[in-house]
């Protein structure tokens, strides 16, 4: 039956199946010519294609039938697939907008332009995408899935939450992004439930075990040891190649290329905590390249690692095996991921190696990588000490001060007077992620605040945008015996917004287990310290070590009952806390937490030691 497209689409299949896709690629080629309507076999084509290394093959013949019938929605639906596959997104945006309009009343279009904005970042406009492919397909649950996890992208947690709860869990990754969803919203024992029936539903795949490493640190009571054994069932899972050895001269002293491996080299905790450090190290022995995703020229702190890197590799849509391949290409001799398992973290790439050293630091560093090829930990003595070392599966590089370096920002507004001068109370508050703030860190500020029946509490999250995420936390903390009267809940704002509002509140209570990073930096330089209850893994020790690193650790409990005494004591003594503000902002600036020349040595130091290792094994 050679006129038969149906058939010729079947033995393409087949082929890739059998590990022939080159084969299955000209199937395809036949079965597209004798039904060019036919969209299913058009996007088999650009799927064998990249399998087999010829999507440039398979794009120029699109064109040409894109250019014979420019009316053919089909051939224009895998184009713009292909273009995306090559890292040509906004022809791909282009070519599937052509398809939506010449096929306004069919789903798919509207789907797949749906998931290349959303891939290009523009997240309003795939959710009116998707919203429209989910109009015309109100029963698909992959649109629904992709619709909600875009709006998750845009901190509409509780939506998201609402779509995925109707839908069936008998798929991993809706369960997984359902997962994430309640994570969000603040209840973390439910979401380690849903992530355990991912995992029950493809023990095999990296996806669930990737959610249940990701939600973990916020669960409350969880230890290190159960941490790293979902690490490393999660980098069980990853596909590993063999490719050649590394070449790199093993001279311990040379010059080394350094690549940073993050999705978010740009006003992001990963940029404000490491984008100082990076820039001081020394030009004549590290030269630095990036390997991220191209935010455009008008992100402040993306300029400033554009101008400090010796090169930028726009890596989005890059597979990782290509970007490990990429890497030993330009010769790394230590690659640093500041991405880890989230959202844009390239960890799976990491397991094919892209250096000879490899090192996390930040970037969804909340404990060990549980990857065999993740070689060095960057931390400090607070974060890991001794007792702790047996809990990582990397070798932990220490460094002298604290781990990370903050750049503040430079509209942030000046250090108002402590409000209980003028108040007469003690406003607390939190402005951290609401996946943060368990059960118990409720019940604990709630006993916090019946001891100081005059204090306020305001809490500052992008989810209390959602009505009702914002009652069901007045609900918990007036079960907690904290009226709502007393409680200020407030949703986003613009940055410069945010750091202003820190002039309203005079102590920071930090959650628990998953403790602030990046907004205890922030605290301190708005004058505003934080009660800290330091906890087991790496992410219950980030306050601890910020608030070390610039001489507070009197504000740093190891306990829940030590915690709620010292944020009671702290409070009554108003007198210092009027002090201590005054002057927060001139000591954190002078402290190693801002000594950016001070960290880049050190970081230095630490590069040059982990290279010095590897030498010595190496020869």
């Not at 019938?69 to 224009?76: D, G, H, R």
């Not at 539903?201 to 990296?206: D, H, N, Q, T």
């Not at 230590?334 to 397991?351: E, K, N, Q, T």
Request: charged share 20%; aromatic share 6%; glycine share 6%.
């Amino acid at each position: 039956m050679p006129a038969d497209p149906e058939a010729w689409d079947r033995l393409g299949l087949i082929l890739v199946m059998t590990d022939d896709p080159a084969l299955a690629c000209a199937a395809f080629a036949e079965g597209e010519a004798l039904a060019p309507a036919a969209v299913d076999i058009a996007l088999h084509g650009v799927e064998a294609a990249t399998l087999a290394g010829l999507l440039p093959e398979t794009l120029r013949r699109l064109d040409a039938r894109c250019a014979e019938n420019p009316f053919e929605p089909a051939a224009q639906i895998a184009r713009g697939v292909a273009l995306e596959r090559l890292g040509l997104h906004a022809d791909a945006r282009d070519a599937l907008e052509i398809a939506t309009a010449l096929a306004p009343d069919a789903a798919l279009p509207a789907c797949l332009l749906g998931g290349v904005l959303a891939r290009s970042n523009r997240l309003q406009d795939a959710e009116v995408a998707l919203r429209r492919a989910l109009e015309l397909d109100p029963d698909n649950p992959r649109i629904a899935n992709d619709l909600a996890a875009v709006l998750m992208r845009m901190h509409r947690h509780g939506e998201a939450r609402t779509i995925l709860a109707a839908l069936p869990r008998d798929a991993a990754p809706v369960v997984c992004n359902l997962a994430t969803a309640t994570t969000s919203v603040g209840l973390q024992a439910e979401a380690i439930a849903l992530a355990e029936v991912a995992i029950r539903l493809e023990p095999a795949s990296v996806l669930p075990w990737r959610t249940l490493a990701n939600s973990l640190p916020y669960l409350d009571g969880v230890g290190g040891g159960r941490l790293l054994a979902a690490a490393r069932a999660c980098s069980d899972r990853l596909p590993r190649t063999a490719l050649p050895a590394f070449t790199n001269n093993p001279d311990p002293d040379r010059p080394l290329a350094v690549g940073l491996l993050s999705g978010s080299l740009r006003s992001h905790p990963v940029g404000w905590l490491t984008v100082a450090g990076f820039e001081t190290l020394d030009p004549e022995l590290f030269r630095s390249i990036c390997l991220g995703r191209d935010v455009g020229s008008t992100d402040p702190i993306a300029a400033r690692f554009r101008s400090l890197a010796a090169d930028w590799i726009d890596v989005d849509g890059t597979s990782d095996l290509a970007l490990a391949q990429k890497a030993r290409e330009i010769g790394l001799d230590v690659l640093i991921d500041l991405g880890g398992y989230g959202d844009s973290g390239r960890m799976p790439a990491c397991a094919h190696r892209l250096a000879p050293v490899q090192i996390k630091w930040v970037g969804m560093q909340n404990h060990s990588t549980g990857l065999p090829e993740m070689d060095w930990f960057l931390t400090d003595r607070w974060e890991t000490p001794a007792e702790l070392e047996h809990l990582y599966s990397e070798r932990l590089l220490r460094l002298p001060d604290g781990y990370a370096c903050y750049t503040p920002p430079p509209y942030a507004p000046e250090v108002a007077p402590a409000p209980v001068a003028a108040n007469g109370f003690v406003t607390f508050g939190c402005f951290n992620n609401l996946a943060k703030i368990t059960p118990r860190v409720v019940q604990t500020w709630g006993r916090i605040m019946q001891q100081l029946p005059d204090s306020r509490l305001v809490l500052k999250t992008h989810q209390f945008g959602d009505p009702a995420t914002a009652a069901a936390m007045l609900d918990a903390l007036a079960t907690a015996g904290v009226a709502p009267a007393r409680i200020d809940l407030r949703g986003a704002s613009r940055h410069r917004a945010f750091m202003a509002e820190y002039n309203d509140i005079d102590i920071a209570l930090d959650p628990f287990p998953y403790s602030s990073g990046l907004t205890t930096c922030e605290a301190l330089w708005m004058g505003v310290p934080t009660v800290v209850r330091a906890g087991e893994i790496f992410a219950a020790r980030h306050s601890y070590s910020h608030m070390s690193n610039v001489g507070l650790s009197d504000w740093v409990a190891h306990d829940a009952a030590a915690y709620e005494a010292l944020a009671v004591a702290k409070a009554q003594d108003t007198a210092a806390l009027v002090s201590l503000r005054a002057g927060l902002r001139a000591r954190t600036k002078a402290s190693p937490l801002l000594d950016a020349p001070r960290f880049g040595r050190n970081l230095g130091a630490a590069l040059r030691f982990a290279w010095r290792d590897w030498c010595a094994g190496a020869r």
